[in-house]
């Protein structure tokens, strides 16, 4: 990945900042999500948990739950786009991003994300924003589509798999000039694939230095894939309008 800093910003002159980056996606980082490795587990998904927690210095582990079915741990690096009405520091803009790392049901991975980040109160904010401002030509290598612009983030295998999330929350506490650390959650809604119809809801917590963009993550989900036998049914369905449009054809 090819990256040119254009501005640093202190970590402390506001609730968070990230160093601010112009940035083009290497190709190669992209396509080679296919390599073979082994699925996440609930354990492992844990200990990186556990390990951000100490990088921190204190515990998330109030939003950690059991009945989680879903895991996704990745190394990320975000960079800053500049929105309307930028003059200095970090926000309004955009935060893209790329990750690569393994997850549940996929394995290898390869993860896009972008964030609006405001100023309210003295803090900065973000929400989700469309993924595919930023990433069309890269998911489109990867088969991915015509998305949602709720879809602000998504985890793709390069098999034909993909998981899409919508950001609901974020919240970002400083730690130091080189640490911020977050927890966000995060809904499920859809994908391609195994993940086709896929819902759930769950957290995304990480680390991250505001004067890099690099950091590290893992994705927690309650997840219910889509029963097979629902596409069946809707299947029927078709295969019964279809019938019935031929009968009155006939008449």
């Known amino acids: 990945m090819k990256m040119q800093k254009i501005y640093k910003w202190s970590a402390f002159a506001a609730v968070i900042s990230f160093g601010l980056y112009s940035c083009s996606i290497d190709e190669e980082q992209v396509m080679t999500v296919q390599d073979e490795v082994s699925e996440l587990t609930i354990e492992r998904a844990f200990a990186k948990w556990d390990k951000l927690d100490e990088e921190a210095g204190f515990p998330l582990n109030s939003r950690r739950k059991t009945e989680y079915n879903y895991f996704e741990e990745t190394d990320n690096q975000l960079w800053f786009v500049p929105g309307d009405g930028y003059v200095g520091g970090p926000a309004p803009g955009f935060y893209p991003g790329v990750g690569t790392g393994k997850a549940t049901k996929m394995g290898k991975i390869s993860s896009f994300i972008n964030q609006f980040a405001t100023f309210q109160n003295n803090a900065l904010v973000t929400v989700g924003a469309p993924v595919s401002m930023f990433f069309t030509n890269e998911l489109t290598a990867l ?46 809604i859809g994908g391609t694939g195994k993940f086709k119809g ?20 893992v994705t927690l989900i309650d997840l219910k894939l889509k029963d097979k036998d629902d596409d069946d049914d809707e299947d029927d369905d078709d295969d019964d309008d279809k019938k019935g449009k031929g009968k009155k054809g006939k008449r």
């Open 198 to 217: 896929a819902k759930g809801t769950g957290v995304v917590r990480g680390n991250f230095d505001p004067t890099s963009g690099t950091g590290s993550s």
């Open 143 to 188: 088969g991915i589509s015509n998305i949602s612009d709720n879809v602000s983030s998504l985890s793709a295998d390069g098999k034909g798999n993909a998981i899409f999330y919508q950001n609901i929350s974020n919240t970002v506490t400083p730690v130091s000039e080189t640490l911020s650390t977050f927890l966000a959650e995060v809904k499920v």
